[in-house]
């Protein structure tokens, strides 16, 4: 069965700062690794990975995938209140087309 | 691109009753279509997989005639919970892929249907 785990599970910082949020896998066949940002709604698409060692950036946040250590890391500097959010990763493998979320990583950004 | 729109957004209802949930994809063709239902504070859980014209694929412990799915087009995936009960109570989120040019697994997500059963 695919599995997905993040970590940490809960995180406050302030305004500026940067966070790491980890999410390692273990998938049969694995295809590709995404982030989502879940805020009051449904997830938003931030990033899918298939390839080890390439950073995908967009704006403050930028992300990369390990496929030997079978984890992804998703960065965010200069934190905004407006980041305050679930992040959830999630992993193709098995079954085509179908996806493995892990639990999410709730982040509040104080002011 | 990729916008999924869901129907209603929240819908409170009686015990007993039946429950549809629309959710389309708007501009663009949808391969498979996929329904998820959420917790309080947990992740997304797979209910079923759902292709066009075909019958939906529903995960283990997801009891089929309970929660039905008709996949009527391309751009339209229904979800009906037939006599609901308050266990039913949840967030009710389908996603969509097979946009031109994307990845197959990058899945767009709908806003979300809240379903309070009374």
């Known amino acids: 069965e695919d599995k997905v785990v993040q970590s940490p599970l809960s995180l406050v910082v302030h305004e500026g700062d940067t966070v790491t949020l980890n999410c390692s896998y273990e998938?049969?066949?694995?295809?590709?690794l995404l982030w989502y940002k879940q805020e009051k709604k449904a997830p938003t698409f931030l990033f899918m990975l298939t390839s080890s060692g390439i950073e995908k950036k967009s704006g403050r946040l930028s992300s990369i995938l390990d496929k030997k250590e079978l984890f992804s890391i998703l960065n965010i500097t200069a934190t905004q209140t407006g980041d305050s959010a679930v992040y959830l990763c999630a992993v193709g493998g098995t079954s085509y087309g179908k996806l493995t979320f892990g639990q999410g990583t709730i982040l509040t950004v104080h002011p | 691109g990729a916008v999924v729109s869901q129907h209603p957004s929240w819908v409170i209802c009686k015990s007993g009753t039946s429950v549809k949930i629309e959710c389309r994809s708007l501009?663009?063709?949808?391969?498979?279509m996929f329904w998820y239902r959420q917790f309080p504070k947990q992740s997304l859980m797979l209910m079923a997989t759902s292709n066009e014209g075909s019958k939906a694929t529903y995960e283990q412990g997801v009891e089929k005639d309970k929660f039905l799915i008709n996949h009527a087009s391309l751009t339209l995936s229904t979800l009906t919970v037939t006599s609901a009960h308050p266990e039913d109570s949840s967030f009710y989120i389908c996603s969509a892929n097979g946009l031109a040019g994307a990845n197959t697994d990058t899945q767009y997500f709908g806003p979300g249907t809240r379903l309070t059963v009374l």
């Open positions: 501009d663009f063709q949808a391969t498979t």
């Open positions: 998938v049969t066949n694995f295809r590709s």
